[in-house]
């Protein structure tokens, strides 16, 4: 786990200890506004996520943002969108366009590392809709 992130491997190891079923967090009205989904409770999870974050990093570190792409509402970091998007003024759908960006954006996520994470929240995600539908 060279160079992984320490505050995530700790964050996860509490989740992780508290958190093996998910736990919604509600606010002051009863609306569910975050799910505590934990891991999967094994080592190569964490192993995953250190990975995932070390390309990620060196990633970054070897791309050229622009000023205009590391300041932004996010925060003074690099941020990029992935995926498709219908905002306001498009007529339908359309693949974001990350231009120079886009080979790194596929080599990170293409990835078994991002992949497994991916699948992980995507799992989480569709069992914590039907946690929150019976609450």
């Known amino acids: 786990m060279e160079g992984c992130c320490v505050r995530y491997f700790l964050l996860s190891r ?3 200890s508290i958190c093996r ?3 919604p967090i509600l606010d002051s009205l009863r609306r569910i506004i975050m799910v505590l989904v934990g891991s999967p409770g094994d080592l190569t999870f964490d192993q995953t996520c ?3 974050f070390d390309t990620v990093m060196f ?3 070897k791309a050229s943002f622009s000023k205009a792409e590391c300041n932004h509402l996010r925060g003074n970091f690099p941020a990029l969108n992935l995926g498709v998007t219908h905002a306001k003024g498009t007529s339908q759908p359309i ?4 231009g120079s960006h886009t080979e790194m954006l596929q080599r990170i996520m293409g990835s ?3 992949q497994r994470l991916a699948s992980f929240a995507s799992g989480e995600f569709f069992l914590s ?3 929150c539908n019976r609450l």
């Open 129 to 131: 809709c039907h946690l």
């Open 21 to 23: 079923t998910p736990r």
């Open 95 to 98: 693949n974001i366009n990350n």
């Open 50 to 52: 250190c990975r995932f």
């Open 112 to 114: 078994k590392d991002a």
């Open 14 to 16: 509490l989740i992780g």
């Open 59 to 61: 990633e970054g570190r």
